[in-house]
């Protein structure tokens, strides 16, 4: 599977990360998988982030941080661009003009955070 989607990527195929079923930390494990891979993080953050907006057709509204754009994001505490991992160390989630704490949701449904 490794050997197959490094070829993808270096044959220039359009690559898109996401989990079927709503597992949101399987994503975590599968952009870890694609670096693992060979290809760099940096790319593996746009395969996660830009490419479905060109593959939908919503890079009009999504995909790069500009005026006029929605702003749904993430904040992390790392750098995922070096360590992919860092990926799950969400800070702070900003979605449909909403804030959300990861940390302090998971401690009021009196869970630990998962890092």
Request: glycine share 8%.
């Amino acid at each position: 599977m490794m050997q197959m989607l490094r070829r993808l990527y270096d044959s220039g195929i359009t690559l898109l990360a996401g989990t079927d079923g709503g597992a949101q930390l399987a994503l975590h494990h599968e952009l870890e998988t694609f670096v693992q891979a060979g290809i760099p993080a940096n790319e593996v953050l746009k395969i996660a982030t830009y490419n479905p907006t060109k593959v939908f057709s919503l890079d009009g509204q999504y995909g790069s941080v500009q005026p006029g754009r929605k702003a749904d994001f993430i904040l992390v505490d790392g750098n995922p661009a070096e360590n992919i991992s860092d990926i799950r160390k969400v800070f702070l989630v900003v979605t449909n003009h909403s804030l959300f704490y990861p940390k302090k949701i998971y401690e009021y449904a009196g869970w630990s955070y998962y890092y």
